[in-house]
């Protein structure tokens, strides 16, 4: 059965369809789908009214104390210039490079050659604090024989968000959208604060990566209880706002990063900005839609009509029956904790929409983060190219009118198809300014495609995996994310032009499987169960 058409998108969304009567309504012959009567019973509470309004800024919090500690790192390692001040032999060695007659060297000791054997290894080093006063590489160490160490340490957070992400996925469609948001929160503060006062390597890069899995939590989690309680004529400018904080986030980074020296420093504002969510968060209520889908339809209406009551708006007194006649508890027999993961890859459906979804989130973190990081392409000043990269995202936004106009599957693959479109000419065009422009105008459609496709996973996959499905899509996005320094500055190291060849290709590939794999999902219900992808194309 396919979904009822409808020429405007949400347009009718503000009644109940299951009993509308009004001129030119369509009353069905049979009845509705179980997702339909759920969105019915939600826009009767109001989809779109002043709760959904606080609960978008409630839970967009968690896209601003993301952002500050996904680019934060970007200053925390950030490796100065430094020197060699003594040798093996307990010798002085100390001078300042810029005087006269200084031969001060970086890995060994000044003025030693290789042609009577191997160059004598440096064992302390002075370091420039005319930016940082002090870095992770400073502070441990981390250069010449120990530098592999930095790179472990984004290497490790990745590593780590690849499990936690499909993790809290997984606690999030078992226990309740809520309880593993409040438990991402906590736990981040928590080892975001351990963080800033570690003075052992090992220990840092185990608290670290919890941080950042704990981070990734939140955003799954936060992200997943907000639109679940949205209306579907409302999601998706719900969906676009909620990220604008990302952007201001990526900008206080800059600012912080420029007024606080010290990586340690940085780190307290990113237990702050953790701190500052958390009540919040503790005080968020379930998803009535999550509620629903596991029986518990009693607290499900007692969510709905918490929200029409901060909405202004009254349900009928049967809303419970109603929610019971939905019948989207999952079947008694089939429990298995793997039960989400393994619906995944159920069907051939299934199957080809997953793998979709981790190809496009790789590609786009690669492409993403990959001239995000790029400080040299943007500017020579590394907070200066940060605060751009922060300003580029906000006009990205522009693409929330076009989701619903044009619908969601065009909108996503014109945001990889521009990308590519703009990045590809780089090999061709002079160094300096040109390239500067072309990079922002990727970073510009990459940023707007990030906004979408959040949007457009959540009304693709089903409620009784979609937070598994929001898990999976972060655990692509991780290794993309871990793809994209080697892409930026390994194959930059070989020709300059190199990495914006791979980011254009990879853009175009995922434009075509976005066209080719994934539906249209404007003016839609959500589906709830796998069976009803089945009747999407």
């Known amino acids: 059965m396919s979904y009822p058409a409808k020429d405007d998108p949400g347009g009718d969304l503000e009644k109940p369809q299951y009993d509308s009567d009004g001129p030119g309504a369509e009353k069905p012959q049979t009845k509705q789908p179980s997702e339909e009567m759920f969105d019915d019973l939600l826009n009767l509470a109001g989809g779109g009214g002043r709760f959904q309004v606080l ?254 009551a901060v909405n202004g708006r009254a349900l009928p007194a049967d809303v419970a029956e109603r929610l019971r006649r939905l019948s989207l508890a999952p079947p008694a027999e089939d429990t298995s904790r793997c039960r989400e993961a393994l619906l995944l890859f159920s069907s051939r459906r299934m199957c080809c929409l997953s793998l979709a979804t981790i190809w496009l989130w790789v590609v786009m973190a690669v492409v993403y983060y990959g001239i995000s990081f790029d400080s040299a392409q943007l500017a020579d000043n590394a907070y200066l190219a940060m605060l751009l990269s922060g300003l580029v995202e906000v006009p990205s936004m522009a693409a929330v009118p076009l989701i619903d106009r044009l619908g969601r599957r065009p909108v996503m693959a014109a945001t990889y198809l521009l990308t590519g479109a703009a990045i590809l000419p780089v090999p061709a065009v002079p160094p300096g300014w040109p390239v500067l422009l072309l990079g922002m105008l990727g970073k510009l459609a990459i940023g707007a495609g990030f906004g979408v496709i959040y949007v457009h996973l959540e009304e693709y996959m089903p409620t009784e995996v979609r937070n598994a499905a929001l898990g999976l899509s972060t655990m692509a996005e991780s290794v993309g994310g871990a793809l994209s320094p080697h892409v930026a500055y390994g194959l930059g190291g070989w020709h300059w032009a190199a990495p914006s060849v791979v980011f254009g290709v990879l853009a175009v590939s995922a434009g075509l499987v976005t066209l080719l794999v994934l539906p249209e999902t404007a003016g839609r219900p959500l589906p709830e169960t796998v069976r009803d992808v089945q009747k999407t194309r």
């Open 55 to 308: 609960l978008v800024f409630a839970t967009s919090l968690g896209a601003l104390t993301a952002a500050i500690d996904t680019f934060s790192i970007v200053f925390k390692i950030d490796s100065p210039d430094h020197w060699c001040v003594r040798d093996a032999a307990n010798n002085s060695l100390s001078c300042v490079p810029t005087e006269a007659g200084c031969e001060a060297e970086s890995c060994f000791v000044p003025g030693s050659n290789a042609t009577d054997g191997p160059r004598p290894a440096c064992v302390q080093w002075q370091f420039d604090h005319s930016v940082y006063q002090s870095t992770v590489v400073t502070d441990f160490e981390l250069v010449c024989g120990r530098s592999v160490l930095r790179s472990m340490i984004f290497t490790a957070q990745m590593l780590t968000s690849l499990v936690t992400s499909l993790l809290f996925g997984l606690i999030g469609d078992w226990y309740g959208r809520a309880r593993a948001a409040a438990l991402a929160a906590g736990l981040f503060v928590l080892m975001a604060s351990v963080t800033a006062a570690t003075s052992n390597y090992n220990v840092f890069l185990t608290v670290a990566s919890l941080t950042t899995g704990a981070r990734m939590g939140i955003y799954i989690c936060l992200f997943t209880l907000c639109m679940e309680s949205v209306g579907e004529r409302h999601r998706s400018v719900a969906g676009l706002v909620w990220v604008l904080p990302w952007a201001a986030g990526i900008m206080l980074t800059a600012a912080a990063g420029w007024l606080l020296r010290s990586w340690w420093q940085l780190q307290l504002v990113c237990a702050a900005a953790g701190l500052l969510l958390l009540p919040g968060v503790w005080l968020l209520p379930e998803s009535p839609r999550w509620l629903a889908a596991h029986g518990r339809t009693e607290r499900a209406a007692a969510g709905l009509r918490q929200i029409a």
